[in-house]
């Protein structure tokens, strides 16, 4: 992401745990790799059971390629009941319109620049940017199509 081991909360659990990286890139050949249907029917068993009404993706990532933004849309559309949500950096594909058909239960927020919402270091109480509690728990902002410019100094 560019911020550094130091600073990045991904890089510095990869560092802390060596197995979490290697987690990580566990995750990303099967993500790669399987296929979509097996993604549809374990989210939809799991989230029966849980009672989750909301999923975030890419927790300690991006999309790769367009590729990632089909999945993640059939998934949402086989499950229209979930919200996903997730943060990008990807300003390439954001340019070029990939983000512009992705379900309505697909809410993308862009590091440092607007697509559904918009997350990045700004100055605390800036005039038109709502602060982020950091708790996501109690918190719908990065789940909400609100165009939402939220702080977070952390980040």
């Not at 990286?21 to 790799?33: A, D, H, S, Y």
Request: glycine share 8%.
């Amino acid at each position: 992401c560019g911020i550094g081991q130091k600073t990045c909360y991904a890089c510095k659990f990869e560092i802390l745990r060596p197995a979490v990286l290697l987690f990580r890139m566990r995750q990303t050949w099967q993500w790669q790799n399987n296929p979509v249907s097996d993604y549809i029917s374990c989210i939809g068993n799991a989230l029966e059971k849980t009672g989750f009404t909301s999923v975030r993706f890419n927790e300690s990532g991006d999309f790769t390629d367009v590729s990632c933004i089909k999945k993640l849309s059939s998934i949402a559309k086989a499950c229209p009941s979930i919200t996903f949500f997730g943060y990008t950096a990807r300003r390439d594909l954001y340019r070029k319109g990939y983000f512009n058909d992705v379900p309505e239960n697909v809410v993308l927020t862009g590091s440092g620049f607007m697509i559904h919402n918009e997350f990045g270091p700004y100055y605390k109480n800036t005039v038109g940017k709502v602060d982020c509690p950091g708790n996501c728990g109690d918190c719908n902002l990065c789940k909400e199509r609100k165009l939402h410019v939220i702080y977070n100094p952390l980040h």
